[in-house]
């Protein structure tokens, strides 16, 4: 199928595209790498009358560290984060873990971190870890910029936090996570995760869940359970046990809400082994 006709403007800044959004209104899309947009268009799952490419904007282009900080420009590609330097990556190895798992080499080529995280996939890699790790999105609008935490950013099936005319312009991971892990179970590789669980020990213990709501879900009862202290093998299995016993996931033809739950305490259970390095 082709998409419905659309208006199409190319922008060189980001405040081109913040003016170019506040003329077309507030249906008009931002594309960048088009991964996640452009088949949406051409099902005609959605209609937008104009698009605004930000894709040649090379100041969003970015990884960097400042201080403990991570920063991840929003047209950084999903290739840039799999094919980073480890010292670059330094405390955050998970997300270089994670890279391999999105989607295909061609859509790993072309995709981009802003773009799937403002995209709000529920089952995204980016997304779950986003909120495992407890980072911030930079968005910039007509009233300048603001930061969002990813809590509050995903607030239901690919609906964020971004009000009209703003522009996702940064990922800002604050501080090294290297006891974190994500696990996820699809059909094929570069399908779709069923369940996704990603789970970060460092301070606070954070346990998501992807793939089981139309947001990533934080298991707060498994969460709990992981605070006494370092987990042993028996608190890792309560852990799972707790996720799975707190999501409520619908059924539908790639498995029944049953089955996701039993994967939920499967993948929350991986995590937490390769989390605490035992290799389990």
């Given at each position: 199928?082709?998409?419905?006709?659309?208006?199409?403007?190319?922008?060189?800044?980001?405040?081109e595209?913040?003016?170019?959004?506040?003329?077309?209104?507030?249906?008009?899309?931002?594309?960048?790498?088009g991964?996640s947009?452009?088949?949406?268009?051409?099902?005609?799952?959605?209609?937008?009358?104009?698009?605004?490419?930000v894709?040649?904007?090379?100041?969003?282009?970015?990884?960097?560290?400042?201080?403990?900080?991570?920063r991840?420009g929003?047209?950084?590609?999903?290739?840039?984060?799999?094919?980073?330097?480890?010292?670059?990556?330094?405390?955050?190895?998970?997300?270089?873990?994670?890279?391999?798992?999105?989607?295909?080499?061609?859509?790993?080529?072309r995709?981009?971190?802003?773009?799937?995280?403002?995209?709000?996939?529920?089952?995204?890699?980016w997304?779950?870890?986003?909120?495992?790790?407890?980072?911030?999105?930079?968005?910039?609008?007509?009233?300048?910029?603001?930061?969002?935490p990813?809590?509050?950013?995903?607030?239901?099936f690919?609906?964020?936090?971004l009000?009209?005319?703003?522009?996702?312009?940064?990922?800002?991971?604050?501080?090294?996570?290297?006891?974190?892990?994500?696990?996820?179970?699809?059909?094929r590789?570069?399908d779709?995760?069923?369940?996704?669980?990603?789970?970060?020990l460092?301070?606070?213990?954070?346990?998501?869940?992807?793939?089981?709501?139309?947001?990533?879900?934080?298991?707060?009862?498994?969460?709990?359970?992981?605070?006494?202290?370092?987990?042993?093998?028996?608190?890792?299995?309560e852990?799972?046990?707790?996720?799975?016993g707190?999501?409520?996931p619908?059924?539908?033809?790639?498995?029944?809400?049953?089955?996701?739950?039993?994967?939920?305490?499967?993948?929350v259970?991986?995590?937490?082994?390769?989390?605490?390095?035992?290799?389990?």
């Amino acid at each position: 199928m082709k998409p419905a006709a659309f208006e199409y403007h190319r922008v060189a800044t980001a405040e081109e595209a913040i003016d170019r959004l506040a003329e077309l209104g507030e249906d008009a899309k931002v594309l960048a790498g088009g991964q996640s947009l452009v088949p949406m268009m051409n099902f005609r799952i959605v209609r937008p009358p104009a698009l605004v490419d930000v894709s040649r904007v090379p100041d969003l282009a970015y990884l960097a560290r400042d201080g403990d900080a991570l920063r991840i420009g929003a047209l950084a590609l999903h290739r840039d984060v799999e094919h980073a330097r480890d010292d670059l990556l330094d405390g955050f190895g998970v997300l270089k873990h994670a890279a391999p798992l999105v989607g295909h080499m061609p859509i790993r080529a072309r995709g981009t971190f802003g773009g799937s995280v403002a995209h709000g996939d529920p089952a995204s890699e980016w997304c779950l870890l986003a909120v495992a790790l407890g980072a911030e999105i930079v968005a910039r609008g007509p009233d300048g910029e603001r930061t969002v935490p990813a809590d509050e950013f995903f607030l239901g099936f690919f609906t964020t936090a971004l009000e009209p005319g703003e522009l996702l312009c940064e990922v800002r991971f604050p501080a090294p996570r290297p006891r974190a892990a994500l696990e996820e179970f699809a059909r094929r590789h570069g399908d779709y995760a069923i369940v996704a669980a990603a789970v970060a020990l460092d301070g606070e213990p954070r346990v998501v869940i992807g793939g089981v709501d139309a947001v990533p879900v934080r298991a707060g009862a498994a969460e709990a359970v992981l605070a006494g202290g370092e987990p042993d093998a028996e608190a890792i299995e309560e852990a799972a046990q707790a996720a799975a016993g707190e999501v409520d996931p619908g059924s539908d033809v790639h498995g029944s809400a049953d089955y996701r739950r039993k994967l939920t305490a499967v993948m929350v259970r991986r995590a937490l082994h390769r989390a605490v390095g035992d290799g389990a």
